[in-house]
Nanobody, 116 residues
Framework: QVQLVESGGGLVQAGGSLRLSCAAS????????MRWYRQAPGKQREFVASIFSDGNTGYADSVKGRFTISRDNVQNILYLQMNSLKYEDTAVYYCYALVIPRNEYWGQGTQVIISS
């Protein structure tokens, strides 16, 4: 099992930056897939970014070029650097881990509010 705890959310003006963190309760070195998702009010949860154990990354089109996902396998932390934030980035952001073969874990979420 792994517990995930997000932090770093808050209120920021459009055009600003935030860095989200997701601390894991155990080593993430062997966790193949880690992702960030978000859920805006009244909308379904959506994929934001992913990072694999080999370092490869993937992004939703809506955040490509603005957000950067990274992982620190020593500190066991997943990051999401968010730049050029827009009002539509307002959402609760969730950390996700997929442990082989098919065990999925979610954090409790951290709120991000962008003021226009």
């Amino acid at each position: 099992q792994v517990q995930l705890v997000e932090s770093g959310g808050g209120l920021v003006q459009a055009g600003g930056s935030l860095r989200l963190s997701c601390a894991a309760s155990r080593s993430i070195f062997s966790i193949n897939t880690m992702r960030w998702y978000r859920q805006a009010p009244g909308k379904q949860r959506e994929f934001v970014a992913s990072i694999f154990s080999d370092g490869n990354t993937g992004y939703a089109d809506s955040v490509k070029g603005r957000f950067t996902i990274s992982r620190d396998n020593v500190q066991n932390i997943l990051y999401l650097q968010m730049n050029s934030l827009k009002y539509e980035d307002t959402a609760v952001y969730y950390c996700y881990a997929l442990v082989i073969p098919r065990n999925e874990y979610w954090g409790q979420g951290t709120q991000v509010i962008i003021s226009s």
